[in-house]
Every structure is written in structure tokens, then in C-alpha cells.
T-cell receptor
Framework: RKEVEQDPGPFNVPEGATVAFNCTYS??????FFWYRQDCRKEPKLLMS???SGNEDGRFTAQLNRASQYISLLIRDSKLSDSATYLC???????????FGTGTKLQVIP | DAGVIQSPRHEVTEMGQEVTLRCKPI?????LFWYRQTMMRGLELLIY????????DSGMPEDRFSAKMPNASFSTLKIQPSEPRDSAVYFC?????????????FGPGTRLTVT
């Protein structure tokens, strides 16, 4: 089983729609979780950190289910500027070490 | 404030040549990471340093790859000899230390093409 599994997509959604991505991780010892976004031909940038059961930041909500070892990202009222690849990132043990998922591609359509 | 700086931004070289990628982390950050990204394998951690000391190099593909961090403001990733399968985008990232796992700040990457 891969350390981190994500549906690669693409998810094509109209502007204003709500979209959700799931991510499963295999390391039950993971304590810290992140979502990064990566625009085409750019570097990844942190979108959200996920602590406890979840986190909310404006239109973005991340939820963590430790029992089932998955985290989700919900985007409400999608904007064209949300088009990007979203990377799920649990820490993978070891000092400061994290594992990046291969990402879910989102395309918001006018 | 300057972010993570990488050079060169693009590198095209022939198989068998030596390639050196450079990184300057954000001032004050104690952890530095080298990643490689390809369409097939996504973003893979190659090696990371803490306070200039290599902590985990289990992701370094083979002996052709080596990384150094001679001081807190500079790191290199060297490939010798290079092969076409090394073609990828190589990212350097830095992170502060202490109080748990922190956000990693990525440089713009070096796009390497080996012909």
C-alpha cells in the first residue's frame, strides 16, 4: 500500500460549486497533516495545516479521520483561481519528514 | 524577504555530464530538503538536513547522487554522471525547527533535462 493515496482527477467543476477530495495514508503514527496546492509549473505552497479533527479557513475545510486514516479537503464556492493540484501531506515519521501525495487536479470551469 | 533561492532555473545537459544544483534556504531556517518531481512518481524526498547535518538520505536514488550543506545558507545536489532518467524538476525547501512539523517553503525549482 502506498504511504499516501489520492485520486489524481481531474475534477472539473463549475464556478461556485462545492468540491471535496479525499486522501488516505498508511502510517497510523502520523500526527501532523497538511494540504499544499501546486499551480502548473510552480512550486508547492501550503494551503492548510490539519490538527485534531479538522481545520477551517474561509472557503476551505479540512477534516481528519484517524480511525479510517483519511483526510479530506472541501472547497466551497469554487473560484477559477482554485484551479490547481492539491497535495495531501502527512508527516511520515522521523524528524520533520513528510510524504507528499501525488495530488488531485482541480479545474474550475467558467 | 527573499524566499528559497535555487539555481539554475533550467539546465539542459548531455548524458554522462556532471550536474550541480544549488539552493539557498530562507535565513533562520534550520531544515533543508531536496525533492524530485516527475509526472510518474510525483514529489519524492531525496534527502533532508537539520542544522547542516544530513538526517535522512534514504531517498537518494543511487551513488550518482550526492548532497552537501557546508553551511546554513547553502546546499548543493550533484548528479555525476547524469542519465536521461534523471530528467525532472528538482525542488529545494526549507523549514524552521522546533515545536513540531512545520510548513515547508519551496524554491521555484530547477528543471533538469538530460539528453
Amino acid at each position: 500500500r502506498k504511504e499516501v493515496e489520492q485520486d489524481p482527477g481531474p475534477f472539473n467543476v463549475p464556478e461556485g460549486a462545492t468540491v471535496a477530495f479525499n486522501c488516505t495514508y498508511s502510517n497510523s503514527a502520523s500526527q501532523s497533516f497538511f494540504w499544499y496546492r501546486q499551480d502548473c509549473r510552480k512550486e508547492p505552497k501550503l494551503l492548510m495545516s490539519v490538527y485534531s479533527s479538522g481545520n477551517e479557513d474561509g472557503r476551505f475545510t479540512a477534516q481528519l479521520n484517524r480511525a479510517s486514516q483519511y483526510i479530506s479537503l472541501l472547497i466551497r464556492d469554487s473560484k477559477l483561481s482554485d484551479s490547481a493540484t492539491y497535495l495531501c501531506v502527512p508527516n511520515s515519521g522521523g524528524y520533520q519528514k513528510v510524504t507528499f501525495g501525488t495530488g488531485t487536479k482541480l479545474q474550475v470551469i467558467p | 524577504d527573499a524566499g528559497v533561492i535555487q539555481s539554475p532555473r533550467h539546465e539542459v545537459t548531455e548524458m554522462g555530464q556532471e550536474v550541480t544544483l544549488r539552493c539557498k534556504p530562507i535565513s533562520g531556517h534550520n531544515s533543508l530538503f531536496w525533492y524530485r518531481q516527475t509526472m510518474m512518481r510525483g514529489l519524492e524526498l531525496l534527502i533532508y538536513f537539520n542544522n547542516n547535518v544530513p538526517i535522512d538520505d534514504s531517498g537518494m536514488p543511487e551513488d550518482r547522487f550526492s548532497a552537501k550543506m557546508p553551511n546554513a545558507s547553502f546546499s548543493t545536489l550533484k548528479i555525476q554522471p547524469s542519465e536521461p532518467r534523471d530528467s525532472a524538476v528538482y525542488f529545494c525547501a526549507s523549514s524552521p525547527v522546533g515545536g513540531g512539523i512545520h510548513e515547508q517553503y519551496f524554491g521555484p525549482g530547477t528543471r533538469l533535462t538530460v539528453t
